[in-house]
């Protein structure tokens, strides 16, 4: 120990990395703002990364910015994007203050149209969707949840990376 100084305190070792298979889950809450997507697009991107899920970052990253995108063009109130990973499928949910769900994809948008085509896009990509209104409760406002989920392709899994100190 030095004199006048603090003691030197030897930092926490780093916990093990929650392994390829294990669940986990994050949430990003945001306020109704046109660069929110562009924020929980990122997000999601160094989430999935980081987790060894890159494969599945470009499709998670179409969806999850269509529906922050309607979210914030739609609502006036703040939203969420939740990320759950249950192996081999990655969940995302986008909640939001508005109760009314998105009407059912009809091919009405022209050609050179610049809206109406979310919920095609979402059919197309995504390996399972699906919506909820939910009723005001005791925590807070309802809202809705609209949800999509991908597969990682069968195989082996890959090991989490080595932390550097």
């Known amino acids: 120990?030095?004199?006048?100084?603090?003691?030197?305190?030897?930092?926490?070792?780093?916990?093990?990395?929650?392994p390829f298979t294990e669940p986990w889950q994050y949430e990003l809450s945001f306020p109704c703002d046109p660069r929110s997507p562009r924020i929980a697009r990122t997000t999601l991107r160094a989430i999935?990364?980081?987790?060894?899920?890159?494969?599945?970052?470009?499709r998670a990253e179409l969806l999850a910015s269509e529906l922050a995108t309607n979210s914030v063009q739609h609502t006036k109130g703040p939203a969420a994007v939740r990320l759950q990973w249950l192996h081999p499928v990655l969940r995302v949910s986008v909640w939001d203050m508005s109760p009314d769900l998105p009407k059912p994809y009809a091919p009405r948008a022209g050609a050179d149209s610049e809206a109406g085509r979310g919920l095609a896009i979402l059919e197309l990509v995504a390996d399972r969707w699906g919506g909820c209104a939910i009723g005001e409760g005791p925590y807070g406002p309802g809202g809705k949840t609209i949800w999509f989920?991908?597969?990682?392709?069968?195989?082996?899994?890959?090991?989490?990376?080595?932390?550097?100190a």
């Open 1 to 18: 120990m030095r004199t006048g100084s603090t003691p030197y305190l030897h930092p926490r070792p780093h916990p093990t990395p929650i």
């Open 149 to 164: 989920e991908l597969a990682i392709a069968d195989g082996p899994s890959p090991q989490p990376p080595a932390l550097v």
């Open 48 to 58: 999935l990364s980081a987790h060894d899920l890159a494969e599945l970052s470009y």
